[in-house]
Every structure is written in structure tokens, then in C-alpha cells.
């Protein structure tokens, strides 16, 4: 069965930079439309930014300029460079993608497993 398999995250003091990857456990899934989402304690999930298969991408106003959303389709990889992080930013960050199975029309919605962001003041 196919997953969203997350890297990256961890403590940075404010300031700081981290980066975050999201990629397919199997490779012949094919990640599509990827949308990176936040969820800080007692906060709803929001959308921080977005990137489709042919790098149209969108960003949440509290993250513009700050945080950049990239792919690498030959490895089938969407990173998340965050800089400049402050402690606003805390929170757990999930990857979701739109993937398609090679040599096949059907797409799944997959969810990552999610990964800390904490940013010490």
C-alpha cells in the first residue's frame, strides 16, 4: 500500500531554517498536486502552501517570502525550504498529495504521517 513518506523538521531557534521533504513509498506513484499543511496546538489545519505537477504555487500570506515550496519530478520529491522561522510557526506539518500510479488514470489523495516543526524563541 502506498504512503506519503515525510523527512525533515526538528528545533530551530528563531531565525532559523529547516527544510521538509515529502516523496511516495513506492515509486511507481507518482506525486501530483502537493499542498504542505500546519497544525498548531489548539489550531485548525491550514494550508501553508501549494505546488502542482507543473510548478504552479500558491502560499499562505503568513508564510509568503519566507518559506519556498520545490520539485524534483525525476525523484519524485516536494520540499519545503522554511527560513526566517519564528515561533509562530510551530507546528505539525503534513504533506498532501494528489498521486497517480504509472501506466494508470486512477489518483489517490494521500495524507503524510506528519512531522514536528518547533521553534524555540
Known amino acids: 500500500q502506498v504512503e506519503l513518506v515525510e523527512s525533515g523538521g526538528g528545533l530551530v531557534q528563531a531565525g532559523g531554517s529547516l527544510s521538509l521533504s515529502c516523496t511516495t513509498s513506492?515509486?511507481?506513484?507518482?506525486?501530483?498536486?502537493v499542498d504542505w499543511y500546519r497544525q498548531a496546538p489548539g489550531k485548525q489545519r491550514e494550508v501553508v502552501a501549494t505546488?502542482?505537477?507543473?510548478?504552479?504555487?500558491n502560499y499562505a500570506d503568513s508564510v509568503k517570502g519566507r518559506f519556498t515550496v520545490s520539485r524534483d519530478n525525476a525523484e519524485n520529491t516536494v520540499l519545503l525550504q522554511m527560513n526566517r522561522l519564528n515561533p509562530e510557526d510551530t507546528a505539525v506539518y503534513y504533506c498532501?498529495?494528489?498521486?497517480?500510479?504509472?501506466?494508470?488514470?486512477?489518483?489517490?489523495?494521500?495524507w503524510g504521517q506528519g512531522t514536528q516543526v518547533t521553534v524555540a524563541s
Open positions: 498532501k498529495a494528489q498521486v497517480i500510479r504509472m501506466f494508470s488514470s486512477s489518483m489517490l489523495e494521500l
Open positions: 505546488i502542482t505537477r507543473g510548478g504552479d504555487i
Open positions: 513506492l515509486s511507481r506513484y507518482k506525486l501530483r498536486t
